[in-house]
């Protein structure tokens, strides 16, 4: 019985160690079901990031089209100096048939022969009474069939100018080839060339717009992320204050009133660090949306992981900021020039309608019936060359105002520039103080971290001495809370004045 109890108690140790066995291979197998099913993260840095935003922004895809379709205008311009073919073809129904000869002039046609015989027989009557009654029935014999065959030959005559247009077929191949057009085309064409560059400009602006708000989106998630970390920071110092405290309310060297302020702390802490997920989370929902990602598509940026976000990085050479720098990169700069140019091309378009224009022309037509061989019912054709010529006499001063009019349009085009220069000229200088100011911020803030962290180890350490009171202690993590947030603000601060300033010369690419 003893035997059979320990077979027993073994048996079912072995059972229990199998079990133990089996459970970390199943719970290793539910947990790589877990990773598998989890969602993956999306690492992004600030180039992938504009790439995608640019990619896939509808705006970039209308800006990217106008721009096809200006080319495509440019290349119709250019058509209008090379000669033009036409095909034209036509068929018309006459319910009359156009006569070349009067009603007279057909009767008399009609009745020559016998008109001819009764004045011949009035002419010869005296002579053939004379003559015997048969050979004068010989003659009237033969002056009717004399008669009778010249009307024939009048019908004939009438019948040969019927024209037979109840149908009437035409076509006719054209070439034409301006000769000169008062400079119209070469206007037409410059201002094709200037609405494509129009395009590009206008594409170009579309483009940094969108960088500026990818890099403003960016730099703002970043900001919360390392604010984030720096919230759970300071929960963890005002928490471990609290249970200090707590120690002490133990010993009963603190009052309940001294664990309630430190809890109240502990909430307020608590509740900025939700506030700062919560903002967190919309800024990266924001930047999902301005890359054309999924709102809810988890995504890690490189710069969360930066302990220090390089504020200075990139500002060497941005002081050197000048007007003419932003002239030659800013696009907007660039669209009110376009404008200008384009006011001056269509005021030459509008000038050339007083000047004269020549064309030459040529090809082969075709008729059905045709008129080179009588009136023919069948195709006849011809082959001719001309040239035109259109010459402006007088318009009553349609054209002399519509040009008064073109040329207001250029001054106002030319006073909108320069005040646009005036007002990218401020705007550059701006930007460049705000870099200078935002680099002295960062020091000053890297200065304050210094002294905010020294502060905070002295109170601790005279707190853990018994020199210093808890309020003290709070005071100095506060102290450092803020310090370190103005840290952060300082380096994007940093980072988006140089967007700005970069934005404002038109570099930003």
């Not at 602006?205 to 960088?211: D, F, H, M, N, T």
Request: one cysteine or more; proline letters at 2%.
């Amino acid at each position: 019985m003893k035997h059979m109890k320990t077979m027993k108690v073994t048996i079912g140790g072995a059972m229990v160690l199998g079990l133990l066995v089996l459970l970390p291979m199943n719970g290793q197998a539910q947990g790589s079901q877990m990773d598998n099913s989890a969602p993956r993260t999306r690492i992004l840095s600030l180039d992938s990031c504009r790439a995608m935003a640019l990619r896939n922004n509808k705006q970039m895809g209308v800006a990217k089209t106008k721009q096809e379709v200006n080319a495509n205008l440019r290349k119709s311009a250019r058509t209008n100096y090379l000669p033009k073919v036409s095909a034209l073809g036509g068929y018309m129904w006459m319910s009359r048939e156009i006569s070349i000869l009067n009603d007279d002039q057909k009767s008399v046609l009609n009745n020559l022969g016998t008109n001819a015989s009764a004045n011949l027989q009035s002419t010869l009557s005296p002579i053939i009474s004379q003559l015997p009654v048969a050979a004068q029935a010989k003659v009237a014999q033969d002056l009717a069939q004399f008669g009778g065959a010249l009307d024939q030959v009048g019908q004939g005559v009438v019948n040969g100018f019927r024209t037979d247009t109840h149908n009437m077929f035409a076509g006719a191949v054209m070439v034409t080839q301006p000769v000169y057009m008062g400079g119209a085309i070469t206007a037409a064409n410059k201002i094709a060339d200037i609405n494509e560059e129009m395009a590009a400009n206008s594409l170009e602006a579309k483009q940094q717009s969108i960088l500026y708000s990818i890099d403003h989106a960016y730099w703002q998630v970043v900001s919360l992320h390392h604010k984030q970390k720096l919230a759970e920071s300071y929960v963890e110092l005002v928490k471990k204050l609290k249970s200090d405290v707590q120690k002490m309310i133990d010993k009963g060297v603190a009052t309940k009133g001294d664990g309630l302020s430190v809890g109240v702390r502990v909430n307020e802490a608590e509740i900025a660090l939700m506030e700062v997920k919560d903002g967190l989370v919309l800024a990266k929902m924001l930047l999902c949306q301005l890359c054309g990602l999924p709102v809810d598509e988890n995504i890690t940026l490189v710069d969360e992981t930066a302990t220090e976000l390089s504020g200075n990085a990139g500002a060497a050479g941005l002081h050197e900021a000048t007007i003419e720098t932003a002239a030659a990169y800013r696009p907007e700069l660039k669209l009110l020039q376009n404008t200008v140019d384009l006011s001056k091309q269509t005021t030459n378009v509008l000038k050339a309608a007083n000047l004269p224009q020549v064309l030459l022309t040529g090809g082969y037509a075709v008729t059905n019936p045709n008129t080179f061989n009588g009136f023919e019912k069948k195709f006849g054709g011809f082959w001719n060359v001309g040239v035109l010529m259109r010459i402006p006499i007088w318009n009553w001063g349609d054209v002399k105002y519509k040009v008064r009019a073109s040329k207001g349009a250029t001054t106002m085009a030319n006073l909108e520039l320069a005040e646009a220069r005036e007002l990218i000229e401020l705007q550059v200088n701006q930007s460049s103080f705000r870099v200078t100011e935002a680099n002295k911020k960062l020091e000053m803030a890297n200065a304050n971290i210094a002294n905010a962290e020294e502060n905070l180890r002295m109170a601790n350490l005279g707190f853990k001495e018994g020199t210093v009171s808890f309020t003290t202690v709070m005071e100095a993590q506060t102290a450092w809370q803020l310090a370190q947030s103005k840290k952060i603000d300082a380096e994007i601060g940093v980072k988006l004045s140089q967007v700005e300033l970069q934005k404002a010369l038109g570099t930003l690419r």
